[in-house]
T-cell receptor, first 113, second 114 residues
Framework: QKEVEQNSGPLSVPEGAIASLNCTYSDRGSQSFFWYRQYSGKSPELIMSIYSNGDKEDGRFTAQLNKASQYVSLLIRDSQPSDSATYLCAVNILTGGGNKLTFGTGTQLKVEL | EPEVTQTPSHQVTQMGQEVILRCVPISNHLYFYWYRQILGQKVEFLVSFYNNEISEKSEIFDDQFSVERPDGSNFTLKIRSTKLEDSAMYFC????????????FGPGTRLTVL
């Protein structure tokens, strides 16, 4: 069973702080890694993708990947109340078929004023 | 900015009835997906579709489910005889090319089976 694990939270951070979200995955064949943001009652919105070891920065977001440790993280700098949402880690395994995404349960982030 | 659209936004049906959920993927995208999310649970893969055929399907995607691309723009999910446990949010997603793994999701259809 290929799993993606996340702490469900909630993770509470004060406005302006750095939020750190973590994800581990079980399948070493995983090739691509994604972070989606999901507001309550809405659909997943892609915010970051990362394919190779190291850091990838996009605005206030930094994704980090460590394939040896099977670990992906997302840092959100200068957290804003509008960042309050559930963050889904998703992993893509090249199966030769459709490149399906396997999702974690998500971490709920609350940014407090 | 191009986006995936889905209709209807909410569908209420009686158990045993057939429903068709519709999606218009991003123009020029080649790979299409259906996922579902039962309330409070994780997003689950149902099926992937490419070149007018199913590429992969999950255990959830049994004989009650089917997908179709009836024309150049629409992508549909049909549930032949709905069960109470089919109540969920159904998301359509699309991906551009074989070289891009990013999937973009539509707003979803909330299916309620009574």
């Amino acid at each position: 069973q290929k799993e993606v694990e996340q702490n469900s939270g909630p993770l509470s951070v004060p406005e302006g702080a750095i939020a750190s979200l973590n994800c581990t995955y079980s399948d070493r064949g995983s090739q691509s890694f994604f972070w989606y943001r999901q507001y309550s009652g809405k659909s997943p919105e892609l915010i970051m993708s990362i394919y190779s070891n190291g850091d990838k920065e996009d605005g206030r977001f930094t994704a980090q990947l460590n394939k040896a440790s099977q670990y992906v993280s997302l840092l959100i700098r200068d957290s804003q109340p509008s960042d309050s949402a559930t963050y889904l880690c998703a992993v893509n395994i090249l199966t030769g078929g459709g490149n399906k995404l396997t999702f974690g349960t998500g971490t709920q982030l609350k940014v407090e004023l | 900015e191009p986006e995936v659209t889905q209709t209807p936004s909410h569908q209420v049906t009686q158990m045993g009835q057939e429903v068709i959920l519709r999606c218009v993927p991003i123009s020029n995208h080649l790979y299409f997906y259906w996922y579902r999310q039962i309330l409070g649970q994780k997003v689950e893969f149902l099926v992937s579709f490419y070149n007018n055929e199913i590429s992969e399907k999950s255990e959830i995607f049994d004989d009650q489910f089917s997908v179709e691309r009836p024309d150049g723009s629409n992508f549909t999910l049909k549930i032949r005889s709905t069960k109470l446990e089919d109540s969920a949010m159904y998301f359509c997603a699309s991906r551009g090319t074989a070289f891009s793994n990013e999937q973009f999701f539509g707003p979803g259809t909330r299916l309620t089976v009574l």
